[in-house]
């Protein structure tokens, strides 16, 4: 039955609240329109709609010196796309430069340079140094400026060691350091005259030299000392090298020529030369045949220390005869 507001019964409150309704929808699709934009510009920031090309990234500025492989790792990671201009070796440049903001995808161009060609280090140990420097050369290597040291087992002038070492792989131009022989260390031999032999030779031990002992007469050192080595003090040696001292065994003992009878001169060059001292007394004569000769000698027909003295008597003719017998000795 139709109501008092005819037909479809259009009472106010109905109106009401129809209207009501209508403005709840308007601000439904408002509001999804405005979600919808901004799901619409978050999907474009993350790449979900259309292409990337509007997310930005920085190119990194510690690239270049690296090797291109990292550094291709390191781009792709950030959603770039790296083209190089070698697939091994170091980046020294890249296109846009480090430091440039691109859009994500963007190509970026590495530019390379190549590693270097690889050679192993010959071994050149033992070898003289001309030669050694020589193989380096060669095999495509730089050698350096040499050290030197002493060595026990390598001669002089040859190799020790090099760095890099022998078998290692380097970069051809690669500069090799050799270690050059000196030979053994040197050691100045100190004067051991007049010390005691065990004394003398621990010193000389503790030089690294070696030791060995000999005797010999000496009028200048008392016996048991040592009187010399061999070489001599002051010369320098090999370390390791022998070195003999020489031990006094006493004066030399020398046999004493008998010049009674022979003229002053004769005798005092005879004794002289045996190794004497010769010390002359005038002893008087009445024999005219013995003045100037050697009457007496001390000592005589014996041995005696070399250096040692002997007294001679020289006949001194006294003006007068007699018939006694001539003095003996």
Avoid: H
Avoid at 73 to 100: C, F, H, N
Avoid at 175 to 193: C, M, N, R, W
Avoid at 294 to 317: C, E, M, R
């Amino acid at each position: 039955m139709p109501g008092p507001y005819g037909p479809g019964d259009g009472s106010p409150e109905l109106a009401t609240t129809r209207r009501r309704s209508g403005a709840y929808v308007v601000v439904l699709v408002v509001m999804l329109a405005i979600l919808g934009g901004l799901l619409f510009l978050l999907g474009k920031q993350l790449g979900v709609f259309g292409t990337t090309s509007t997310a930005q990234v920085t190119i990194p500025t510690d690239i270049v010196g690296n090797p291109v492989a990292d550094v291709q790792t390191e781009l792709q990671a950030l959603g770039l796309d790296p083209k190089a201009s070698s697939p091994a070796g170091t980046v020294i440049g890249s296109d846009p430069k480090p430091g440039t903001t691109v859009a994500k995808g963007s190509t970026v161009n590495l530019t390379v340079e190549p590693a270097p060609v690889q050679v192993p280090v010959p071994d050149v140990r033992n070898q003289d140094q001309q030669t050694a420097e020589n193989t380096l050369r060669s095999a495509g290597l730089s050698p350096g400026t040499p050290i030197t040291q002493n060595s026990d087992t390598v001669p002089a002038g040859s190799v020790i060691s090099e760095n890099p070492t022998q078998g290692t792989s380097v970069a051809k131009g690669t500069q090799v350091v050799l270690t050059i022989s000196l030979g053994k260390a040197q050691v100045k031999i100190p004067d051991e005259a007049g010390k005691d032999p065990t004394v003398a030779g621990a010193e000389l031990g503790a030089l690294n030299l070696k030791v060995t002992s000999a005797n010999e007469a000496s009028n200048a050192e008392p016996a048991g000392k040592v009187t010399r080595t061999n070489p001599a003090a002051g010369t320098s040696v090999a370390a390791g090298s022998s070195v003999t001292i020489y031990v006094s065994s006493g004066a030399q003992q020398v046999a004493v020529p008998d010049e009674r009878g022979q003229s002053e001169a004769t005798a005092r060059a005879a004794l002289q030369g045996a190794g004497f001292v010769v010390v002359s007394t005038n002893r008087t004569t009445t024999d005219p045949t013995k003045d100037g000769t050697v009457i007496t000698q001390n000592p005589v027909g014996s041995t005696a220390p070399k250096g040692s003295t002997v007294t001679i008597g020289v006949g001194k003719f006294s003006g007068t005869t007699s018939t006694s017998a001539p003095p003996t000795t």
